[in-house]
């Protein structure tokens, strides 16, 4: 699987838009881009998933750059209750595997 | 119900003792999964059961055994760990790929956090 490279923290005042990148220079075709984020003292929390094309869900979107080198999540109005370590992950299709990198800790401040 | 769950919360165990890791979900998923997951890390994928056979080992020491009884019921015994086998250990699962599907979520339980003395 391809890997990521993402900021190791942000900060983001509650309420505003949340942006996070991810690069995955070295992706290839068939592999698909997920995201997914961990609360403190819980599991990891799927958000969403896109191969190219641009993507929205109940939680966040999801924005690929064309050359699918990047990627940026977003949360459209963070809460304080966003804060956690957003993980940005690579996968082929039809693969059984999650392999997490470092993540981004995110900081929604008041 | 989109619930894994995993028992018991917390363990603490000498490395002469035996225990064991419970994990459950009543989804109908028939992928399941552990990690193991180090203090300020990510987590590490360890093992992948998928339709109950064991399809993924991470190369994980045998003092690690997986079993998976039933398709909801996932189970990791511990022997003879080490003080480093200190971690979270998290269970996953997903729905199986067979049906045309090849993109799912996992689910993760809340963990177990570990500490071998």
């Known amino acids: 699987d391809a890997k990521t490279t993402q900021p190791p923290s942000m900060d983001c005042a509650e309420g505003r838009a949340a942006n996070l990148p991810c690069n995955h220079s070295t992706i290839s075709g068939n592999e698909y881009v997920y995201w997914y984020r961990q609360i403190h003292s819980q599991g990891p929390q799927y958000i969403i998933h896109g191969l190219k094309n641009n993507e929205t869900n109940e939680m966040a979107s999801l924005i690929i750059t064309e050359d699918r080198k990047s990627s940026t999540l977003i949360l459209p109005h963070a809460t304080l209750r966003d804060t956690a370590v957003y993980y940005c992950?690579?996968?082929?299709?039809?693969?059984?595997?999650?392999?997490f990198g470092a993540g981004t800790i995110l900081r929604v401040k008041s | 119900d989109t619930e894994v769950t995993q028992t018991p919360k917390h363990l603490v165990m000498g490395m002469t003792n035996k225990k064991s890791l419970k994990c459950e979900q009543h989804?109908?998923?028939?992928?399941m999964y552990w990690y193991k997951q180090k203090a300020k890390k990510p987590p590490e994928l360890m093992f992948v059961y998928s339709y109950e056979k064991l399809s993924i080992n991470e190369s994980v020491p045998s003092r690690f055994s997986p079993e998976c009884p039933n398709s909801s019921l996932l189970n990791l015994h511990l022997h003879a760990l080490q003080p480093e086998d200190s971690a979270l250990y998290l269970c996953?699962?997903?729905?199986?790929?067979?049906?045309?599907?090849?993109?799912?979520?996992?689910?993760f339980g809340p963990g177990t956090r570990l500490t071998v003395t």
């Open positions: 989804m109908g998923h028939r992928a």
């Open positions: 996953a699962s997903s729905p199986g790929l067979a049906g045309g599907r090849s993109h799912y979520e996992q689910y």
């Open positions: 992950i690579v996968r082929v299709e039809y693969g059984n595997k999650l392999v």
